[in-house]
């Protein structure tokens, strides 16, 4: 029996709502990655939540399965779920505002970020092979979106799973499928490298599912491969770190990192 959809926001520290927020928001990314995989979760492992909101529906502020998370520099959270909604909240969890996906037949964004530096909202539209971008009051924007043709050449997506920016404005997206690859792009979303492809072997992946840039390096969740993989971005081509983990449920063992 389904559980209702729910977020939940713990702030240890009621002053930084920033912190409390990226916090929250790491959390919350694993519990839906594991969600996706094994049915809803029933409760968070381990803290005590200080506000919960949400509820499984349709109407503002319900969820049907939320499925990623972005935080503006307001502290406001952008939320979409499995009806391709992108639903807004405050920091204490109030609706501001709700709009949707331009299409969703063919399935809905598995991966979102908000891009400070230019004040855009970057959508992972997974099943229509491309990358969206919105302001943050839901309008769409055309001549920023990337991809949108299916393919394996530069800058055609197969499944698009996620987006990371670094501080000079890069895009990193990553695909599964066909290709299990990453591509870079330069901000004004012109192709520049790609790494990357399907294999068990490191410097390959089975589903390159969550990018996360900090400190110059990215950190990839190479989720069929249950492992994470990271790569110093410094350079002039990404350079390959190393990578951790593999199957299991012990501590430093992962299943389907998400």
């Given at each position: 029996m389904h559980k209702p959809s729910r977020i939940d926001l713990a702030e240890s520290d009621p002053i930084d709502?920033?912190?409390?927020?990226?916090?929250?928001?790491?959390?919350?990314?694993?519990?839906?990655?594991?969600?996706?995989?094994n049915g809803c979760v029933a409760s968070a492992m381990g803290g005590t939540p200080e506000l919960v909101w949400g509820r499984r529906g349709l109407s503002d502020g319900r969820f049907l399965k939320p499925r990623a998370m972005a935080i503006d520099p307001d502290d406001q959270l952008y939320i979409v779920d499995t009806t391709g909604r992108i639903q807004v909240f405050?920091?204490?969890?109030?609706?501001?505002?709700?709009?949707?996906?331009p299409e969703t037949a063919n399935g809905r964004p598995t991966g979102m970020i908000f891009d400070g530096d230019r004040g855009r909202l970057l959508v992972a539209d997974t099943h229509y092979y491309r990358m969206l971008a919105f302001a943050p009051t839901g309008e769409i924007l055309p001549d920023d979106q990337i991809g949108g043709t299916p393919g394996d050449g530069p800058g055609e997506f197969a499944f698009v799973t996620d987006i990371a920016v670094d501080g000079d404005g890069c895009l990193y997206i990553g695909e599964y499928g066909a290709s299990d690859r990453i591509q870079r792009f330069d901000p004004d979303?012109?192709?520049?490298?790609?790494?990357?492809?399907?294999?068990?072997?490191v410097q390959h992946f089975v589903r390159p599912q969550s990018l996360v840039i900090h400190d110059k390096t990215l950190w990839i969740a190479d989720a069929c491969n249950h492992r994470v993989q990271r790569y110093d971005l410094s350079t002039t081509e990404p350079q390959w770190i190393g990578s951790w983990g593999h199957e299991g449920k012990q501590p430093g063992e992962f299943y389907y990192p998400y």
């Open positions: 709502r920033r912190q409390a927020c990226q916090r929250m928001l790491a959390g919350a990314t694993a519990l839906l990655g594991l969600s996706s995989l405050d920091v204490d969890g109030q609706h501001l505002r709700t709009w949707k996906t979303g012109k192709f520049m490298a790609q790494w990357g492809g399907t294999g068990r072997e």
